[in-house]
Structure formats: structure tokens, C-alpha cells
């Protein structure tokens, strides 16, 4: 990536885990982003783009927001619901989207800037999925496709990461698409920057980040820690240097059982499609984060 402003779609379902919200207010702060819209996807998709609004009115900023699908490819829905959009009240935002329209958005956005749209992932690949079955020739002209997905490093190799699990059919869809540039940061690598709730809560003072600290008071309900999986995807995309990344191919474990959405991942091969993250620099991470909020 360079050091130009880089057009960014953010594909998300915000309102679960609190590393949505985390994330967004970075690329809301990051001068070099230019985020040209927000998709959201899975349970209660609409809520989900409410907690999107609130954070964009924080920053001052007019964002398209789509509500995207809500429903799995095939299998049933793992988070039917945002819980954290019991927050809402705290903070104005808009109540009313286009309907059915965040696949056409994408469709419609990717064709108008080819080669130049970075599509940033970091929910399940339910939107994306239907994207690539409608329209392939979306996929070439893709600038680059940069996921919070599967594992590829874990000393467990049946590990499930969540986005995976929760639309596995649709992750295949995804990582079977010939994408120019196609790059995953794992879980085994997100789990390294982590923060007790006590640091978050001193660091998340500055204005863009307080309506985020609202929201993960509903998170810490049932954690004591965040960690910072879908921020560090972001982050890779104006820091080339934040994460080691190694060439290979990502398939996904359709089977029965506990491993359906499971990653398999090969690196090197005469032929490699993907780029998987397989370690990173927490404190260059955590400084780079910071530093967008001034």
C-alpha cells in the first residue's frame, strides 16, 4: 500500500464484538483513508447501521451506509442480534437506510473506481458472497480485498475463527475469487494485540473514541479485555510494515461437524492467490492507532 489516500469500503457487522466500532473510528480519523461507504451484514442489520451513523456524526463525516444481508448462505444464523445498540440512545444517528441496496452499492462503487477500491471486511462474507455470484467481473477490478478472517498459524489446526463460522459457504465464495490483491489477517495473529479494560478506558478519551467507549461498556459486561482483530486488518492497509505477510492459498473446510469454516491454508506453491498475516508489531500497531486521533 501507499502513501496516497487509499478509497476504502467498510464491510462490517458492528454491534457484536466492540472491534467493529474500533475499527471504523480509526478509518474515520485516518487522513489517508477516504472511505467511500459503509455495508454492514448479519442479524439486525439495520441497528448495526445506526451504530455505523453514530460514529460518522461524531467524526462530522457523510458516509453512504447500507444495510446489508442479515441471513447465511446456508447454514443458520450464529448472531441474530447488535447488542450493543442498547448504546444508541447515548449518541444521535441516523434511523432510516436504503433497503436491500448494500450489494448494488458495492457492485455500483467497485465499477466506477476500477482498480482503485480496497474492500475491508471484518464481519461474516455474506455481502461479499452475493457480490461475487451477481457480478464477477467485480472481482478484477477490485484494488484490494483485506479480511479479518480465519486462522493460519494456530498450533490448533481445527480452529474455527468466528467471521468463517459464521457464513463458511460464503467464505469459500470469497477466497475461491481471483482478487489482485487478496489478504488475510487471522486470528492467530489479532490476538496479539490486546487491552485490559482499564487502558482502554483511559485511552478512549478523544472525542471520536468516547461514543466507542459507550459501546464497549456493553462488551465488557462479559469481557475484561478488547482485542483489536478488525483495527489491525485496517491498519495493514497504511502500514505495509505492521504485519509479516507470506504468499500461499487459503481454502475453506466445508465438511460436517465442528470444522465447517475452518481455513486451510498452504503457503508458497507455484501459484499463490493469497497473502496471510503471520506475525506483527504490537507497539508499532498500537502507536500507529493512536496517532490518527491526535
Known amino acids: 500500500m501507499t502513501a496516497r489516500r487509499v478509497k476504502v469500503i467498510l464491510?462490517?457487522?458492528?454491534?457484536?464484538d466492540i472491534d467493529d466500532a474500533v475499527c471504523l473510528a480509526y478509518l474515520l480519523a485516518q487522513v489517508r483513508c477516504e472511505l467511500l461507504g459503509i455495508t454492514t451484514v448479519t442479524g439486525e442489520a439495520a441497528k448495526r447501521a445506526m451504530l455505523a451513523s453514530?460514529?460518522?456524526?461524531?467524526?462530522?463525516?457523510?458516509?453512504p451506509i447500507y444495510p446489508g444481508c442479515e441471513s447465511p448462505l446456508v447454514i443458520g444464523q450464529k448472531q441474530p442480534e447488535a447488542p450493543q445498540a442498547a448504546a444508541l440512545s447515548k449518541w444521535p444517528h441516523d434511523t432510516k437506510f436504503p433497503s436491500g441496496e448494500a450489494v448494488e452499492f458495492l457492485r455500483r462503487t467497485i465499477r466506477k473506481h476500477p482498480g482503485e477500491v480496497t474492500?475491508?471486511?471484518?464481519?461474516?462474507?455474506?455481502?461479499?458472497?452475493?457480490l461475487f455470484r451477481i457480478d464477477p467481473e467485480t472481482r478484477p477490478l477490485l484494488g484490494a480485498l483485506v479480511m479479518m478472517c480465519g486462522v493460519f498459524g494456530d498450533s490448533n489446526p481445527n480452529r474455527v475463527e468466528w467471521n468463517a463460522a459464521c457464513d463458511p459457504h460464503a467464505a469459500a465464495i470469497v477466497y475461491d475469487a481471483p482478487v489482485r490483491v487478496h489478504r488475510?489477517?487471522?486470528?492467530d495473529v489479532t490476538m496479539q494485540v490486546q487491552m485490559e479494560r482499564p487502558e482502554v478506558r483511559r485511552r478512549f478519551e478523544t472525542p471520536l473514541l468516547r461514543p466507542v467507549l459507550d459501546f464497549a461498556e456493553v462488551w465488557f459486561e462479559k469481557a475484561d479485555s478488547l482485542t483489536f482483530h478488525d483495527p489491525l486488518a485496517a491498519v495493514t492497509i497504511f502500514d505495509d510494515?505492521?504485519?509479516?505477510f507470506t504468499r500461499g492459498t487459503v481454502g475453506v473446510d466445508l465438511g460436517d461437524g465442528s470444522s465447517l469454516g475452518r481455513t486451510i491454508w498452504t503457503p508458497g506453491g507455484p501459484a499463490p492467490r493469497h497473502e496471510v498475516a503471520l506475525s506483527v508489531a504490537p507497539n508499532r500497531f498500537f502507536d500507529h492507532y493512536f496517532s490518527v486521533f491526535g
Do not use: M, Q, R, Y
Not at 184 to 187: K, M, Q, T, V
Open 11 to 16: 464491510d462490517t457487522d458492528i454491534g457484536s
Open 54 to 63: 453514530a460514529l460518522c456524526k461524531v467524526a462530522g463525516k457523510k458516509v
Open 241 to 244: 510494515e505492521v504485519c509479516n
Open 184 to 187: 488475510s489477517i487471522g486470528l
Open 119 to 130: 474492500l475491508l471486511t471484518i464481519g461474516p462474507l455474506t455481502n461479499i458472497a452475493h
